[in-house]
């Protein structure tokens, strides 16, 4: 592992999910030549040997965290907020999914979008 992987890997462990940008930022503190190119490399490689994942969370760039979190991503569409929810919420799908159409879902990889409830909150007052 060089040094410039380590720094992405320990960027990636300290910042929970974080986007490349932000990993990248972090990274640079302490090596300021490392590119936003290198971190995209990096993360690529890391994930093929299986240390980080990505998720994608919204319609901006994929975030990543460490392979072993085990939790769904619940993306509030108004606010963006991201909050975690335990993977057997899914249970009952990934059983259908496995019955019906021969499919074995990953749940800790998946992105559930919706609204918050501060959001739906604020909206309800509004009218």
Excluded at 2 to 11: C, E, F, G, I, M
Excluded at 84 to 104: H, I, K, Q, V, Y
């Amino acid at each position: 592992m060089t040094p410039q992987r380590q720094l992405v890997l320990d960027a990636v462990r300290d910042l929970g999910h974080a986007t490349p940008e932000q990993i990248c930022t972090q990274v640079q503190q302490a090596a300021p030549a490392v590119n936003i190119t290198t971190v995209y490399r990096t993360l690529d490689l890391l994930e093929r040997i299986g240390l980080v994942r990505h998720t994608h969370l919204g319609h901006g760039a994929p975030t990543y965290s460490e392979q072993e979190h085990q939790h769904l991503h619940l993306v509030c569409h108004t606010c963006g907020s991201v909050t975690e929810s335990p993977t057997d919420l899914m249970d009952g799908l990934a059983r259908r999914l496995l019955a019906e159409s021969d499919f074995a879902l990953d749940p800790s990889h998946v992105a559930l979008s919706g609204q918050c409830g501060e959001c739906r909150d604020a909206a309800e007052a509004r009218q």
